[in-house]
Every structure is written in structure tokens, then in C-alpha cells.
């Protein structure tokens, strides 16, 4: 398992098959990609905080949680911190089980906690200033499911 | 003493990111009214506490959660990652 925090940019293209290389056995290799939406054509950034020391490990806890209850043969989770611009990458996670319904399960589960579990918050930033990101009730329901 | 960190709009109210404090506080609650005690900016920061988390020593917690043996405390609101 890899767990990156990091303000870096990433190439998801390369993560995906060094990830896919590293998966001795799997039949199976699924991989999400978040990027910076900009629903409204005015966002300038992305500021993403984090607290470094909890990032690393509640993202290592929540993915050892999917390992385990998926019988994962890998799992890579990446996330980016600082101020991005729309449409770059802030995040991917990748999954390698036997079959693919390991696989996406663990994939979507990792994503609803990465969300709501993981100290991370945006700010977007406009022209006219900037604002957090109030988290969604939808996304904390979303635990409910697992 | 014990090391307080904020985090996002909590650490933007209190003006500060981190700082180390002296409390005879038993719970997270009771460290909490200390500070809603010490300045407006406290009191702002930390006057609903629905929409804050909080972590102690790196892992979340609940608010009538006891502090001793706690070395650091995380104030934060819900966090919007992925």
C-alpha cells in the first residue's frame, strides 16, 4: 500500500500503470482521478489544507480498512495539498483485487472516507474572494453504506 | 501543557495555527469553554460546536471526550478532502 501526501502534481496515466506493474496477481485494477471542478467559470484556485501526521495516517488506517475487508492485492492512494488551479488533478486512488467487484467496492469506499475522514479542506478562490468548502451532508451519509 | 492546532476557518477566527497552553481542563468541552472564556475571538470561533470536529492526538474524537495524557488537540470543521 502507498499513501502520498503532497503538494507536487502527479501523472495519473504513469501512477496507474506503475500501480498495475507493482500488482503481481490481480485480475482485476480500478482507478479513480479527482480533478478541480469549476461548476461556476469563475474559480481562479483551489486551496487544499491539510494537517500533516493525521493526513498520513487516517488515509494509511482507511486504506488498510479496504485491504482487508476486500482482500486487496495493492491499494495507492495520492493526494495533493496547496493551491491548484480547475482541472488539475487533486487526487487519485487505485485498487488491484482478484475480480472487479473487490476492486470498485474498495475503490468507492475509499473515496466516500478519503472525503469525510481524511483532514483535508478547500477553499475556492474567486475574483470576488475566498471561501471554504461546507461539507456535505450527502458525503457523510455516504459512510453510511459500508 | 498541551499543544492546541487549528485548522481552516477555525485557525482564520483564532488568527493562529497553533499554540501551546497551560488547562486544567478534563474534557475537550471543558477545554473549550476555557477558550470561549479568553477572547471574543475564541468565543466566535468556537460558538457551535456542531460544526466543529475535533482530534486528539491525531485521531477524531467526541466532545465529552477526557484530555488526560493528551498531548495535542486539533479544532477543525468537517473536512472536505477527496
Known amino acids: ?146 | 501543557m498541551i499543544d492546541l492546532l487549528y485548522f481552516a476557518w477555525v485557525r482564520e477566527r483564532i488568527g493562529l495555527p497553533r499554540e501551546r497552553v497551560e488547562t486544567g481542563a478534563a474534557t475537550v468541552a471543558e477545554l473549550v469553554e476555557e477558550l470561549r472564556a479568553r477572547e471574543e475571538r475564541y468565543a466566535l470561533a468556537f460558538a457551535d460546536l456542531s460544526s466543529l470536529r475535533v482530534a486528539l492526538d491525531q485521531e477524531l474524537a467526541e466532545f465529552d471526550a477526557p484530555l488526560a495524557g493528551v498531548r495535542e488537540v486539533a479544532f477543525f470543521p468537517p473536512m472536505t478532502g477527496g
Do not use: C, N
Open chain 1, 1 to 146: 500500500m502507498r499513501v502520498l501526501v503532497q503538494a507536487a502534481p502527479f501523472d495519473f496515466g504513469a501512477e496507474a500503470q506503475a500501480f498495475a506493474d507493482g500488482a503481481a496477481g490481480a485480475g482485476a485494477i480500478v482507478t479513480f482521478t479527482g480533478l478541480v471542478r469549476d461548476l461556476s467559470g469563475a474559480l481562479t484556485a483551489m486551496e487544499i489544507e491539510h494537517y500533516p501526521g493525521m493526513t498520513e495516517r487516517a488515509i494509511a488506517a482507511i486504506a488498510e480498512e479496504a485491504r482487508q475487508r476486500w482482500h486487496l492485492i495493492d491499494a495507492l492512494a495520492i493526494h495533493r495539498h496547496g493551491r491548484l488551479r480547475p482541472a488539475e488533478p487533486i487526487m487519485m486512488v487505485a485498487t488491484a483485487a482478484v475480480h472487479r467487484a473487490e476492486a470498485f467496492a474498495a475503490a468507492e469506499f475509499l473515496m466516500d472516507y478519503l472525503k469525510s475522514r481524511a483532514p483535508f479542506w478547500k477553499k475556492e478562490v474567486t475574483a470576488q474572494g475566498a471561501d471554504w468548502v461546507a461539507a456535505r451532508d450527502a458525503d457523510e451519509a455516504a459512510l453510511g453504506r459500508w
